[in-house]
Protein backbone atom coordinates (compact mmCIF):
# COMPACT_ATOMS: atom_id res chain seq x y z
CA UNK A 1 0.00 0.00 0.00
CA UNK A 2 1.45 3.35 -1.04
CA UNK A 3 1.20 6.06 1.83
CA UNK A 4 0.60 9.47 1.03
CA UNK A 5 1.06 12.94 3.02
CA UNK A 6 -2.20 13.09 3.32
CA UNK A 7 -2.80 9.67 4.88
CA UNK A 8 -0.39 10.20 7.61
CA UNK A 9 -2.11 13.64 8.27
CA UNK A 10 -5.44 11.43 8.66
CA UNK A 11 -4.42 8.64 10.65
CA UNK A 12 -5.82 7.83 13.87
CA UNK A 13 -4.38 5.45 16.57
CA UNK A 14 -6.80 3.73 19.18
CA UNK A 15 -6.53 5.89 22.37
CA UNK A 16 -5.28 3.63 25.59
CA UNK A 17 -4.68 5.04 28.94
CA UNK A 18 -1.14 4.55 29.20
CA UNK A 19 0.18 5.34 25.81
CA UNK A 20 1.78 8.22 24.28
CA UNK A 21 1.12 11.91 24.24
CA UNK A 22 -1.46 12.19 21.54
CA UNK A 23 -0.52 16.06 21.18
CA UNK A 24 3.48 15.12 20.83
CA UNK A 25 2.32 11.97 18.11
CA UNK A 26 0.13 14.38 16.07
CA UNK A 27 2.96 17.18 15.91
CA UNK A 28 5.26 13.94 15.04
CA UNK A 29 3.03 12.96 12.40
CA UNK A 30 2.33 16.55 11.13
CA UNK A 31 5.75 16.96 10.58
CA UNK A 32 6.40 13.38 9.17
CA UNK A 33 3.48 13.85 6.36
CA UNK A 34 5.35 17.53 5.96
CA UNK A 35 8.90 15.93 5.43
CA UNK A 36 7.00 12.83 3.72
CA UNK A 37 5.50 15.63 1.15
CA UNK A 38 8.42 17.24 0.51
CA UNK A 39 10.39 14.39 -0.42
CA UNK A 40 7.69 13.29 -2.94
CA UNK A 41 8.05 16.92 -4.36
CA UNK A 42 11.53 15.84 -5.20
CA UNK A 43 11.54 12.62 -6.41
CA UNK A 44 8.57 14.26 -8.60
CA UNK A 45 11.21 17.01 -9.86
CA UNK A 46 13.97 14.47 -9.81
CA UNK A 47 12.29 12.38 -12.13
CA UNK A 48 11.06 15.58 -14.37
CA UNK A 49 15.06 16.28 -14.68
CA UNK A 50 15.79 12.48 -15.39
CA UNK A 51 13.50 12.62 -18.25
CA UNK A 52 14.67 16.15 -19.22
CA UNK A 53 18.51 14.45 -18.96
CA UNK A 54 17.37 11.20 -21.16
CA UNK A 55 15.62 13.74 -23.83
CA UNK A 56 19.24 15.55 -24.13
CA UNK A 57 21.21 12.45 -23.75
CA UNK A 58 19.39 11.41 -26.71
CA UNK A 59 18.94 14.70 -28.55
CA UNK A 60 23.03 14.80 -27.91
CA UNK A 61 23.54 11.34 -29.02
CA UNK A 62 21.52 12.02 -32.57
CA UNK A 63 23.83 15.34 -32.51
CA UNK A 64 26.96 12.98 -32.33
CA UNK A 65 25.93 10.41 -34.73
CA UNK A 66 25.51 13.35 -37.09
CA UNK A 67 28.70 14.74 -36.58
CA UNK A 68 30.75 11.72 -36.94
CA UNK A 69 28.12 11.09 -40.31
CA UNK A 70 29.42 14.11 -41.75
CA UNK A 71 33.45 14.07 -40.04
CA UNK A 72 33.54 10.49 -41.68
CA UNK A 73 31.59 12.37 -45.48
CA UNK A 74 34.29 15.32 -44.81
CA UNK A 75 37.21 12.40 -44.69
CA UNK A 76 35.72 11.15 -47.53
CA UNK A 77 35.23 14.25 -49.63
CA UNK A 78 38.77 15.07 -48.41
CA UNK A 79 40.08 12.04 -49.87
CA UNK A 80 38.27 11.69 -52.55
CA UNK A 81 39.47 15.65 -53.56
CA UNK A 82 43.27 14.57 -52.57
CA UNK A 83 43.36 11.50 -54.97
CA UNK A 84 41.84 13.71 -58.45
CA UNK A 85 44.46 16.28 -57.41
CA UNK A 86 47.04 13.42 -57.67
CA UNK A 87 45.08 12.71 -60.68
CA UNK A 88 45.28 15.61 -62.20
CA UNK A 89 48.94 16.18 -61.21
CA UNK A 90 50.00 13.21 -63.02
CA UNK A 91 48.17 14.15 -66.07
CA UNK A 92 50.21 17.34 -66.26
CA UNK A 93 53.20 15.53 -65.32
CA UNK A 94 52.68 13.39 -68.29
CA UNK A 95 51.40 16.27 -70.68
CA UNK A 96 54.60 18.13 -69.89
CA UNK A 97 56.61 14.99 -69.94
CA UNK A 98 55.66 14.29 -73.54
CA UNK A 99 55.70 18.27 -74.50
CA UNK A 100 59.16 18.18 -73.29
CA UNK A 101 60.25 14.92 -75.22
CA UNK A 102 58.39 16.56 -78.56
CA UNK A 103 60.69 19.85 -77.85
CA UNK A 104 63.84 17.69 -77.90
CA UNK A 105 63.29 15.68 -80.79
CA UNK A 106 62.05 18.99 -82.96
CA UNK A 107 65.24 20.47 -81.54
CA UNK A 108 67.01 16.95 -82.27
CA UNK A 109 65.99 17.16 -86.10
CA UNK A 110 66.36 21.23 -86.32
CA UNK A 111 70.30 20.50 -85.23
CA UNK A 112 70.57 17.42 -87.80
CA UNK A 113 68.81 19.85 -90.56
CA UNK A 114 70.93 22.56 -89.48
CA UNK A 115 74.23 20.24 -89.67
CA UNK A 116 73.41 18.68 -92.80
CA UNK A 117 72.62 22.44 -94.30
CA UNK A 118 76.46 23.42 -92.76
CA UNK A 119 78.01 20.82 -94.29
CA UNK A 120 76.59 21.37 -97.62
CA UNK A 121 77.29 25.33 -96.91
CA UNK A 122 81.17 23.59 -96.31
CA UNK A 123 81.15 21.74 -99.37
CA UNK A 124 80.22 24.47 -101.73
CA UNK A 125 82.31 27.08 -100.19
CA UNK A 126 85.39 24.20 -100.96
CA UNK A 127 84.12 23.88 -103.89
CA UNK A 128 84.02 27.77 -104.66
CA UNK A 129 87.22 28.30 -103.44
CA UNK A 130 88.73 25.33 -105.42
CA UNK A 131 87.20 26.98 -108.48
CA UNK A 132 88.48 30.32 -108.02
CA UNK A 133 92.05 29.07 -107.34
CA UNK A 134 91.83 27.01 -110.57
CA UNK A 135 90.63 30.57 -112.13
CA UNK A 136 92.85 32.70 -110.62
CA UNK A 137 95.60 30.60 -111.16
CA UNK A 138 94.76 30.52 -115.12
CA UNK A 139 94.60 33.99 -115.00
CA UNK A 140 97.54 34.22 -113.40
CA UNK A 141 98.95 31.73 -115.91
CA UNK A 142 97.77 34.54 -118.34
CA UNK A 143 99.28 37.61 -117.13
CA UNK A 144 102.48 36.04 -117.14
CA UNK A 145 102.63 34.68 -120.64
CA UNK A 146 101.35 38.25 -121.63
CA UNK A 147 103.97 40.10 -119.52
CA UNK A 148 106.97 37.18 -120.64
CA UNK A 149 106.13 38.58 -124.64
CA UNK A 150 104.58 34.74 -124.78
CA UNK A 151 101.80 33.41 -127.50
CA UNK A 152 99.00 36.06 -128.34
CA UNK A 153 97.15 33.89 -129.77
CA UNK A 154 94.89 34.48 -126.74
CA UNK A 155 91.94 35.99 -128.38
CA UNK A 156 91.42 40.01 -129.40
CA UNK A 157 92.34 42.71 -127.09
CA UNK A 158 88.97 42.49 -125.99
CA UNK A 159 89.27 39.70 -123.93
CA UNK A 160 92.18 41.14 -122.35
CA UNK A 161 90.39 44.38 -121.51
CA UNK A 162 90.13 45.28 -117.76
CA UNK A 163 93.16 42.83 -116.57
CA UNK A 164 95.86 44.78 -114.95
CA UNK A 165 93.58 47.21 -113.66
CA UNK A 166 94.79 46.78 -110.08
CA UNK A 167 97.72 45.03 -108.70
CA UNK A 168 97.07 42.43 -106.61
CA UNK A 169 99.29 39.72 -105.04
CA UNK A 170 97.85 36.24 -106.09
CA UNK A 171 99.02 34.99 -102.83
CA UNK A 172 96.78 37.75 -101.08
CA UNK A 173 93.81 36.50 -102.88
CA UNK A 174 93.87 32.78 -101.85
CA UNK A 175 94.66 34.14 -98.40
CA UNK A 176 91.70 36.10 -98.35
CA UNK A 177 89.84 32.80 -99.43
CA UNK A 178 91.35 30.28 -97.16
CA UNK A 179 90.69 32.68 -94.23
CA UNK A 180 86.99 33.01 -95.05
CA UNK A 181 86.08 31.59 -98.19
CA UNK A 182 85.33 34.88 -99.80
CA UNK A 183 87.25 36.41 -102.53
CA UNK A 184 88.53 40.19 -101.71
CA UNK A 185 86.09 43.31 -102.89
CA UNK A 186 88.06 46.02 -104.43
Known sequence: M??????????????????YDPVEVDTFMDMLANEFEELLKEQK??????????????????????????LLQAQEATSKAYEASRREAETIVKE????????????????????????????????????LRVLLSSELDMIRTLEMGGD?????AAKLEGTGKQSIEMSEILKQIDDDGTPPTH
Open 2 to 19: KVTPLDIKKQEFKRLMRG
Open 45 to 70: EMRDRFVELETQLKDYRLLEKSLQQT
Open 96 to 131: AESKAAQIVEEAATDLRRLTKEIEELKGRKDSLIGR
Open 152 to 156: TTLGS
